[in-house]
């Protein structure tokens, strides 16, 4: 059947209502989403982080994906060029692999003649499934850059001053929201504690600088803390899909 459809030259047609509401979706999607990237705030969101990280990053990366909002965001978002070429988290979320992917990754890259980047994008609880995998990379010298995507929180979080407030109510264990971590972690200094490159980023600007500055570098790790609004949140999803419990 494959030998026929190859010789009779056979595809799909492109112009039936099937992929007619498709496109229809894809543009639809684009468009919220670009809005979403470029809306004027005070502090970035997720859309905002990824369309500036896609400008920058090679066509040719080895892209790792992990966390909750940042990896379901970052597949639409965040898109390889090639394949084989990407490395997330899986369809249940299996947290704690990113890092342990992205040394792999990296180690294989350097044995080829010509070694791709690795680019692991992670939200930051994520990051604290395995973040101490950054001493290996350290260790062994792997130019891995990371990437954590900072809401203060496991979906969301809060901000620092309303930490502050919480904390005058009583023992946070009992009164902040238990999805909520510690504002403004400084992930950043775990990279620069083992000799790697951390870098502190709040604005477009310092993002881009800093995502330059690491792409070049092909002696170190380095790690890209860049801190968005706790309360951003991904697109509306239309269907219910992994959403709902089937019992």
């Known amino acids: 059947l494959v030998a026929l459809i190859k010789k009779d030259g056979w595809k799909y047609p492109s112009n039936t209502e099937w992929w007619s509401m498709l496109r229809e979706k894809v543009a639809a999607n684009t468009k919220i989403s670009k809005a979403l990237a470029l809306r004027a705030t005070p502090q970035m969101n997720y859309y905002t982080v990824f369309h500036h990280i896609s400008e920058l990053l090679p066509h040719d990366c080895i892209i790792v994906s992990e966390g909750a909002n940042t990896m379901d965001v970052g597949r639409t978002m965040l898109n390889n060029s090639l394949p084989r070429h990407r490395l997330d988290a899986g369809t249940f979320g299996t947290m704690g692999v ?22 692991c994008v992670e939200g930051d609880s994520a990051f604290g499934f395995s973040g101490m995998e950054v001493e290996t990379m350290c260790r062994y010298k792997l130019p891995v850059v990371i990437i954590v995507v900072n809401n203060n929180g496991i979906y969301s979080g809060v901000d620092a001053e309303t930490w502050k407030e919480m904390a005058k109510l009583g023992d ?76």
């Open 172 to 247: 946070l264990t009992s009164v902040a929201p238990p999805v909520s971590l510690l504002p403004e972690a400084r992930y950043d200094e775990v990279m620069t504690a083992f000799g790697g490159r951390g870098f502190l980023v709040k604005t477009v600007e310092e993002l881009r600088s800093a995502l330059q500055t690491s792409l070049s570098d092909w002696e170190n790790p380095s790690l890209l803390n860049v801190l968005i609004d706790p309360s951003s949140d991904r697109k509306q999803q239309e269907f219910p899909w992994l959403t709902r419990s089937n019992l």
């Open 98 to 119: 990113g890092l342990g992917f992205a040394v792999a990754a990296a180690a294989v890259e350097r044995s080829r003649e010509k070694g791709r980047r690795v680019v």
